[in-house]
């Protein structure tokens, strides 16, 4: 076992969207830079719609869809080794190939790091650290405050939280969560204090940054399309905001998970113009729409960190963000204007925007991304996650 040999495991990676997605592939990219050598074990899904089986994002799926990724790459250094699920069950997929390969490849491994919370990839190393005790595992439960409804949050809190959520939450060494918000909710598991590390996600701030004082963009969302993220405020925000004559130039961006047609049915309903909802976003084109935004409205109820946020701060916009989670945390980190959950969103927010949509908000975003800059500079953060490495014995 080499002591700079490090597995990442997680259900989805580059060249899948999304927020784990996203930093686990800068983590790896930096600790490549450090002289580290990473391998990744992940599936071959991009999305939650390409794996035969029940989903959030629809009922059933019945084929699953080749993505026509490569089972073994290299990127940058990291090696990349993709499983194909035979089967999923929302968060869950059923995936013999990438346990076996894990039962006889885990011992190589310095450190394993797993991400994600109530999803299969972690909870299989665990398993089979029960086998190889020495195994030293570090695990990432970033949405463990996920808001499921119905059905799955059922699940969650009468089988998964006392089974192997419990299970890889104690064989862990570490526990790595984002926030502090996120902390109390680990510790409320009966994880003792010590075992669990802050460490907030980075960015390359000057892939962002700009001088471009063009704000063609009023409003900018960019998240999934599901209930949870709120778009659905800013719309309802917009028909209050059309009746006192103000008609901001909205952009709504993200994937849709089965919420899109009801968005585009409350835009029909309230007979809203200037608005459009974008489903499939290039990185480089993504960055031009934060350039070109002024506001950024993210009244998302279920964010374990909010990473959307620090790119949006980075490309010059000013954020409106429910206090909630993970975003809680970056309002008292960052700054920005909070929304209370326990009042109207919608109307808050039209309150703000009434009050504030001619303002110049330049020198109060300067303010921001420099904190942005100074404190969540992704090559120091992947230092950090290195002492944490270290630490375990």
């Not at 009434?354 to 109060?364: G, I, L, V």
Request: hydrophobic letters at 35%; one cysteine or more.
């Amino acid at each position: 076992m080499k002591k700079n040999k490090i597995l990442f495991v997680l259900q989805r990676f580059y060249p899948s969207v999304g927020g784990t997605q996203n930093y686990s592939f800068l983590y790896a990219k930096e600790l490549t830079k450090l002289g580290y050598d990473v391998d990744i074990v992940t599936t071959d899904s991009l999305d939650n719609l390409d794996v035969r089986g029940f989903s959030s994002g629809r009922r059933f799926t019945f084929k699953s869809k080749n993505n026509k990724l490569l089972k073994k790459e290299t990127i940058g250094g990291i090696n990349i080794f993709r499983f194909s699920p035979i089967f999923q069950f929302f968060t869950v997929m059923i995936n013999p190939s990438m346990f076996f390969f894990l039962l006889l490849n885990i011992q190589k491994y310095y450190i394993v790091h797993t991400y994600c919370y109530m999803y299969a990839e972690p909870d299989m190393v665990s398993v089979i650290s029960l086998i190889f005790r020495n195994i030293k595992i570090v695990h990432s439960p970033q949405d463990i405050d996920v808001p499921f409804e119905g059905f799955l949050k059922k699940l969650k809190e009468t089988f998964y939280d006392k089974s192997f959520g419990r299970l890889t939450l104690k064989r862990s060494s570490k526990i790595i969560v984002l926030t502090n918000e996120l902390k109390k909710r680990v510790k409320k598991m009966n994880i003792e204090s010590g075992k669990i590390e802050i460490l907030p996600i980075g960015i390359d701030f000057n892939n962002y940054k700009t001088t471009n004082n063009n704000k063609s963009i009023d409003i900018l969302f960019v998240g999934r399309l599901t209930e949870y993220k709120g778009a659905q405020y800013i719309i309802k925000t917009l028909e209050m905001l059309k009746n006192d004559g103000i008609f901001p130039n909205t952009l709504i961006i993200g994937k849709d998970y089965g919420y899109k047609n009801i968005l585009e049915k409350n835009i029909e309903d309230y007979e809203l113009q200037n608005i459009s909802i974008n489903t499939n976003v290039r990185d480089k084109d993504l960055i031009n729409f934060y350039r070109s935004s002024k506001f950024f409205i993210f009244p998302s109820s279920g964010e374990g960190f909010g990473g959307v946020v620090l790119e949006a701060i980075s490309g010059g916009c000013y954020p409106i963000l429910l206090k909630e989670k993970g975003l809680k945390d970056l309002l008292g980190n960052i700054g920005g204007y909070s929304i209370d959950k326990d009042k109207d969103i919608s109307k808050q927010i039209y309150m703000f925007l009434k009050e504030n949509h001619t303002k110049d908000f330049s020198n109060e975003v300067t303010v921001l991304q420099n904190i942005v800059k100074k404190d969540y500079n992704w090559t120091n953060i992947a230092k950090k996650l290195v002492q944490i490495y270290e630490k375990i014995q």
